[in-house]
C-alpha cells in the first residue's frame, strides 16, 4: 500500500513537487504524531505529504485532525553521526529561539535515538510561518528587499550578542556525554540569562562531517569542545595526518582518474598537513574578538528564510551550526551576495534599452543597492562583521582551512595553492617572525604543472554545481538527466581515447552507459 499527495510542497523544505510516500513511511508519520508531546497528541490524517528527501535529510508534512499543520524531519545516516546530530540540531534551535529571540520554528518532539515507534531519529516541528522568500524574491519591490536585508543584520546582531567560551556543539544539558562541558557564555545578557544558559545547555564534540566521514568515524581523534581557535585547527591538522597515514591507499600510476602524481601520493598530503600545522598561529586574525566561539547560521538563502510582507517570520535549517570561529564561519549571507559590478542607480539611457539587456540593467542595480544596504547596516551595527570582511588576506586564511580539511579524498591543488599564497605575501600580512613553511622552485614548479588542467575541471564542476555535487549527489528529480550527461561524457570520451587507456575508461564508466 502507499499514499501520495497532489498538494503543493511546503515551501523551503526541499524538492518543488509533492511525491510518493511508501506505506512503511506513512506508518512513521502516523507513530511521529502520536509522540509524547501534548502539541501532537492528536492523531495525524491524511494527507500526509513526503516534501523532500535531500542529500541529507527525509521532510514530510503531517496534518492533524483539527487541522494544525507539523513538520517530520528524519536524519539520512550520512547527516552526521548517530544521535549527535539530532540533539545538537534540537538544542540549538531551542537557543536561538528562546535565548537569542530569532524566529525559529518551536520543536514539539523529537528522538535522537532510532528504538522508538519510527525506528528513526525525528524531529517535529511547527511549520514555518508565512512564505518562503524563494518564491517571491524576484517579483518584490526593491523596499521590501531592503527592508528584509535589513531585517538579516538584526538577526546577526542577535547571533553575536553572546560568544562561548568553548568550541564545539551545543546539546541540553539533560543530554549530556562523557566530553561536554556546561555551556559558558559571554556578552551583553543578564546574570540571570547566563545562568540559565549554563543549566540548560552543555558544549560538546562537533557534529562536522568533516569529522566523521568514511573511516574518520572509527578513528580515535579530538572532536572537540577546544578552548581555544588553534586547538581547532590544530585537530583539522592531526586528524588529516591521521588519515591519510593510516589508511591512504595511491591508485596505480596509470589510473585515468588520477589528477596529479601529487594527488596520488600520500607523502605530498602530508608534507602540506604538517607545513598547515607550522602556520596555524599566523592564520588567525590578531583581534581575538574576529575568532570569538559564535553560534553562526552560514545558510541564509531565500529557501530558508520566510517572510510576511518584508518581516522576516522564519529561519529554518539549523543542522550545520555549530560554535566556531566567527572569521571562519561569517560569510556574506547568500541572499545579498554579489560579485557583479556595483550599480546603485539605473543609467540615464535605462528607458532606451529593451529586452535582456533592461531586465539585466535593473537587476543589476537592485542586486547593488541591497548588498549596499546591507554592508553599511553591518558596517554599523554589527562592525566586527564589517572587519571580516574587508581583514588584510582574509580570503587566503580562510580557505586554507576549508581546503586543509580533506585533501585526499577532495583536491590536493587548491590546498597547495592557499599555502604558496600565505609563504608569497608573508611580508605584507605584517608578521615578524619569519614564515615557517617554504616551498622550494622545484616544488612550485611541480604545483604549476599539476594545475594546468586543474581550471578546466574546477570549470567543469563549476558549470553543473546545484546539478550534481562533486561526490555525484544528484537529487532524485534530476537524477535522469545527470545519468544522460555523463553517458553522453562516456560515450565522447570513448570515441577519443585508444589502447589500454579506453579499455580502462569503459570499464570504469559502465554504470554511466545507455541501456536499450
Known sequence: MSTSSTIPVAAGYGMKRASYVSGSSYSMCKNCSASQSKALERKAVSPITKLAEGGYNKVFRLVMDNGSVAIARLPNPNAGPAQKTTASEVATMDFARTVLDIPVPRVFAWSAAADNPVEAEYIIMEEAPGTQLGGVWDSISISDKTAIGEGLVEIEKKLLSVSFTRYGNLYFASDAFPGCEAAQVMGDISAQLKGDVEKRFTIGPVVDRDFWNRKRASMAIDRGPWDSPEYYLKAIANREI?????????????????????????????????????????????????????????????????????????????????????????????????????????????????????????????????????????????????????????????????????????????????LIRLERDWDELGFDNPCPIRFTEEELHAHYRDGEGWNERADFWDSIAGFVSRDGWTSNETYDQALEMFAQLREEGLKTLTGEERVKFEAQTRWAEKKG
Not at 282 to 299: E, M, N, R
Not at 300 to 315: C, D, K, P, Q, Y
Not at 319 to 343: I, S
Open 242 to 418: 591521521a588519515l591519510i597515514s593510516t589508511f591512504a591507499v595511491p591508485k596505480p600510476p596509470n589510473d585515468i582518474f588520477v589528477a596529479s602524481e601529487a594527488q596520488n601520493s600520500p607523502g605530498s598530503h602530508l608534507s602540506l598537513c604538517k607545513m598547515f600545522s607550522y602556520i596555524i598561529p599566523y592564520i588567525l586574525p590578531p583581534k581575538k574578538a574576529l575568532s570569538a566561539a559564535t553560534l553562526w547560521h552560514w545558510d541564509m538563502h531565500s529557501a530558508n528564510i520566510f517572510v510576511e510582507g518584508n518581516r522576516i517570520t522564519s529561519l529554518i535549517d539549523w543542522q550545520d551550526t555549530w560554535l566556531g570561529p566567527l572569521f571562519l564561519q561569517y560569510r556574506h549571507p547568500k541572499l545579498v551576495d554579489y560579485n557583479g559590478k556595483m550599480l546603485l542607480k539605473l543609467p540615464e539611457h535605462y528607458e532606451s534599452l529593451v529586452g535582456d539587456e533592461k531586465a539585466h540593467t535593473r537587476n543589476q542595480v537592485e542586486k547593488s543597492v541591497v548588498l549596499h544596504m546591507y554592508e553599511t547596516e553591518t558596517a554599523t551595527k554589527n562592525p566586527s562583521l564589517g572587519e571580516i570582511l574587508h581583514m588584510h588576506h582574509g580570503r587566503p586564511r580562510r580557505e586554507t582551512v576549508h581546503f586543509a580539511a580533506n585533501t585526499w579524498e577532495g583536491d590536493i591543488i587548491p590546498f597547495r595553492q592557499c
